[in-house]
C-alpha cells in the first residue's frame, strides 16, 4: 500500500535540498583556498577575506509569509546576514554539500525551510545557533546591560518579547583584549521593536579590531577599523558571539 505522502518523505531524507542557484565552482574555490586551515579562526579569516568587494544586495532572500520560502545560496551579492551566514557555513564545511547543509541549518530553526521557521530576528539566530552547535555567546559578565523589546518589524512574524543582553560600548572598549579573529558582532538597536540592525565578522590585528560587513551605504562588503562604525553608529550594545571548532563534523 503507497502511503500519500511518503515517496516526498523519503526523497528529502535521502537527499537533502540543495539551492538551485548553488555555484559549485565558486563553492569549490572557497573551500579549497581554505582547506590546508583546520582550526575556525583562521579559517573564517581567510573565507571572508575572499568575498571583500562583492556586492551588496538588498533583501536577498526574498520571501514573504504568503509565498513558497526558497532556499538560496547566491554568491552573487549579500546583506550583512547572508554574508555572516555564508562565511560560517563555508568555514564550518567540507565539500559542496556540506556546505549547503550548514548554511540551511544556520539560517533556518532545525534545517527547515519555511518563512516561518527562518531565523529573520539575530536574537533568535544566535539562540538557534548556539543550541545547534555553530555558535556561543560570548555576552556574559559584568557590564551586560539588558533591555527588553517587543519585536513587531517582520511583516508576517508574530511579535514577541525578548530581552536583549549586549555589551555597551564603553564597556566593550574595555573588553577589547577578549575579542579573537572570526568573532561576530551583533549591534543591539535602540529601537524598541527590533533586536540587533547589523553585523560584522571581526579580525583581530595585535590591538587593532577590524571588522568585515557588508554594508549597504558602500553597496559592498568592506572591512573598517571596528572603532570607526562604533564611533558613527548610536546603539545600545554590542553582542559578541564565537563560533564554535565545527569543521570536524563537516569534514
Not at 71 to 76: E, P, V, W
Not at 141 to 159: K, M, T
Not at 177 to 186: K, M, N, Q
Not at 190 to 200: K, P, Q
Request: contains cysteine; hydrophobic residues 40%.
Amino acid at each position: 500500500m503507497r502511503i500519500p505522502g511518503f515517496d516526498s518523505l523519503l526523497k528529502s531524507v535521502e537527499m537533502p535540498e540543495l539551492p538551485d542557484d548553488l555555484d559549485r565552482k565558486r563553492v569549490g574555490r572557497l573551500l579549497r583556498a581554505a582547506r590546508s586551515v583546520r582550526d575556525m579562526s583562521p579559517r573564517i579569516e581567510r573565507i571572508s577575506g575572499r568575498l571583500l568587494g562583492h556586492p551588496y544586495r538588498d533583501c536577498p532572500l526574498g520571501g514573504s509569509a504568503g509565498t513558497p520560502e526558497i532556499f538560496t545560496a547566491s554568491m552573487g551579492g549579500f546583506d550583512c546576514v547572508t554574508y555572516v551566514e555564508t562565511v560560517l557555513a563555508l568555514a564550518a564545511s567540507g565539500s559542496v554539500e556540506d556546505f549547503a547543509e550548514n548554511l540551511r541549518s544556520i539560517r533556518y530553526r532545525d534545517g527547515v525551510v519555511e518563512w516561518r521557521t527562518r531565523n529573520h530576528y539575530m536574537t533568535a539566530w544566535i539562540r538557534e545557533n548556539e543550541r545547534a552547535g555553530f555558535v556561543s555567546n560570548q555576552t556574559r559578565g559584568r557590564g551586560v546591560l539588558l533591555r527588553d523589546r517587543r519585536l513587531n518589524v517582520v511583516p508576517g512574524v508574530p511579535d514577541r518579547k525578548v530581552r536583549v543582553a549586549s555589551i555597551p560600548k564603553s564597556a566593550f572598549l574595555r573588553r577589547w583584549a577578549d575579542v579573537e579573529t572570526g568573532d561576530l558582532a551583533f549591534f543591539a538597536s535602540t529601537r524598541r521593536n527590533l533586536d540587533v540592525f547589523h553585523c560584522g565578522i571581526l579580525i583581530r590585528e595585535g590591538d587593532t579590531i577590524r571588522m568585515r560587513h557588508a554594508a549597504r551605504s558602500r553597496r559592498r562588503v568592506v572591512e573598517e577599523p571596528l572603532s570607526d562604525f562604533l564611533d558613527r553608529n548610536r546603539m545600545v550594545g554590542v553582542i559578541l558571539v564565537r563560533p564554535e571548532e565545527a569543521f570536524s563534523r563537516a569534514a
